[in-house]
């Protein structure tokens, strides 16, 4: 596995563009993203398990019935969600580009990210879409920036590994910052790959890795009604094709899991506001479940996350957040230890407080990236789930995120 | 049902008291509270559901077991939660106290709030009871005073009514302000009431009272381990005592919700940080549990609540915040307004958006008490749940609490 330039173009035959089309009014701020594949794909794609769903989802669904495609379009600066109109918009815009493209509007997923509510005027997209098609190249940069809304940061990765004596690539592009929470919270990833393999087992490496990464993310605990992770493998790197669950399949699973989390570090660390990136390790748990409510519940605690905006050793906070986890943990045996750069400090031992450093404590969650580290000490299973602190500027972004 | 003054000593009976004994280092600052009854009284109590629970949670637990109580006892600046002698603490708290009342200590309800994980030092505690006992006296706010965190309000009611011909009162003190949610999630209420009633029905009122009243107030969506709600009746009011579910049940009934909800608000309002009070009614649903669920899932979005911090009428976020309620709603029946004393506005009619004044919607928003209205159009039921704005002294007070 080597991490690779490129992101969802570093895979053969894929290309993308992003542009201002002005549906922001920004005119600094790309709108509209495009991503193709120069043959069809094989697609498989995860959705948002919120009642309410945005239109693109609703059209996208309908698409990827035939678990092919060719594009996905993507505008951020309106989410299409809650309009009377909405699911009329996300067809204009499916048969716009197809149109364009010269391939079928089944073809397309259509994707939409931004404010809910306000009906989508679908003009800067019919006149955005031929300058969007010929912007198409060998850069994804451009289609990761245009995905983009309250993020900081641009985000993308891509690998190469070995299938079948094959080089095959995979890349991604993410969106997410805020409105982040497990339950399918991934705000938009996109990914590409080159490998061949069977939209069946496309599916379920998809399906089988987001319950380690995407669902293990918060950032606010609210779940977009807008989340899709969509996979798109045109199979041009010319191995054998992946049908079932063999080696070449946990090599493929192993590159999937590689984009993943990092696009899951991404996300958490440039949460809305963030200052930090928080990574909960459970070890020690009777299963899997527990594990992963006792992590999900400290890293979306809000007196967790203000205490590690301030560096502030908090720990009762975090035993209290596992506490109201419904899982039942025994207390006494819960051990809790602080991690970053800077080292890593016991500060409770079989569920009381022990006598630690404040000082040294305060050192290590100064630092950007913390581990905070729990082992239940009742059990063999493990888990990670990735989160943020909470800050005045989180508060301030979405205090009047609308004007 | 008559508004009176006097707190929790408005009662016949029962007095109260608050000091600094030292256990905070500001000297400014009370921590140390007692209420009393001068005959022995029925009591009830209800607990948090956080699995971690504080040491004084579980001997007053085994104190209440037959159903009487005396006294209350509640430090202030440390929880005595996790610590490994914590229990023989509690005990010894009730141990003192009842000495210097000369009542039994089993007739002590014993409370403690404030930071988890340090050892709560039993000396100040035995160097203030004498001059606890001896302040005794018709005045119920030093005692709420000393409940206090970092509430920035004293909380508390009391309501005169009528039994049978008799005139009876109740009176209640509450401290809450952050790590609020619900499950049992009221930080401390101290109830006390000269009716007579029996212990199982003064459970019952009291046990059914909170699904309506403690259990729909979230602040932070953090249930905190130390979470009481305490009630005594003395029966000093001589009306024939309550024993079933009759008129007279109803009616005190009446008196415990007008003491809860006033309360409810007045934590939720004091949030830590807040600016607004935020009152969720929600009504048209095909249950009690969807109205339920609903209104809390609105109250506890970080997102509806910065945007009513900035007075923004972002609505999308209310359906969205319905939408991952684990609720099966209708998202096209949903209507949504905003109210305050500047009046009301609908934002989104059978769940997509109308056409609204943003200017009057503003005003409206800028009010200290918001009311956000929705009806699912769906059936009967109906409820509300109180929370606050989610605002940047949030996160200053609790980005470095324990400091």
């Not at 600094?28 to 945005?54: P, Q, R």
């Not at 506490?323 to 080292?343: L, M, Q, R, T």
Request: aromatic share 4%; glycine share 8%; with cysteine.
């Amino acid at each position: 596995m080597k991490l690779i330039n490129g992101g969802v173009c570093a895979p053969k035959g894929f290309l993308s563009s992003g542009i201002h089309c002005g549906i922001r009014k920004n005119k600094s701020k790309k709108d509209l993203a495009l991503i193709y594949s120069e043959t069809i794909a094989n697609a498989a794609s995860v959705y948002t398990l919120n009642e309410v769903k945005g239109a693109p989802i609703i059209v996208t669904k309908e698409h990827l019935k035939d678990g092919k495609a060719q594009a996905i379009i993507c505008n951020s600066g309106n989410a299409n969600t809650c309009n009377a109109n909405g699911i009329e918009i996300a067809k204009q815009m499916s048969n716009i580009i197809a149109s364009e493209l010269k391939i079928s509007p089944k073809d397309v997923i259509v994707a939409s990210t931004g404010v809910i509510g306000n009906p989508l005027d679908i003009t800067p997209i019919v006149n955005g879409a031929n300058n969007l098609v010929h912007s198409l190249g060998k850069n994804s940069i451009d289609s990761a920036e245009a995905i983009m809304t309250t993020d900081t940061k641009v985000k993308e990765i891509a690998v190469e590994f070995e299938i079948d004596g094959k080089i095959c690539h995979m890349g991604g592009i993410a969106k997410g910052s805020g409105m982040i929470h497990p339950d399918m919270a991934t705000m938009l990833v996109f990914i590409t790959t080159d490998c061949n393999i069977s939209q069946e087992m496309l599916q379920k490496a998809l399906s089988t890795d987001i319950n380690e990464t995407f669902n293990m993310v918060s950032v606010d605990g609210d779940t977009s009604t807008n989340d899709m992770v969509s996979i798109m493998a045109n199979g041009l790197a010319e191995n054998k094709e992946i049908t079932q669950d063999d080696d070449n399949f946990k090599t493929f699973m192993k590159a999937l899991n590689t984009i993943t989390v990092y696009l899951c570090r991404c996300i958490a660390g440039d949460g809305e506001g963030a200052t930090k990136l928080l990574e909960c390790k459970v070890s020690g748990a009777k299963s899997i479940t527990t594990a992963k409510n006792v992590a999900k519940s400290i890293i979306c605690s809000s007196l967790v996350k203000t205490a590690m905006f301030g560096a502030d050793a908090n720990w009762g906070r975090i035993l209290c957040a596992i506490g109201y986890s419904k899982e039942n943990v025994a207390i006494d045996k819960i051990d809790v230890y602080f991690k970053s750069d800077k080292g890593e400090i016991l500060v409770c031992k079989n569920g009381a407080g022990v006598a630690f450093s404040e000082e040294k404590a305060k050192e290590i969650l100064l630092e950007k990236e913390i581990e905070i580290i729990v082992n239940l000490n009742d059990g063999d299973n493990s888990t990670t789930a990735w989160g943020c602190d909470l800050t005045y500027d989180y508060v301030k972004i979405n205090g009047d995120y609308r004007t």
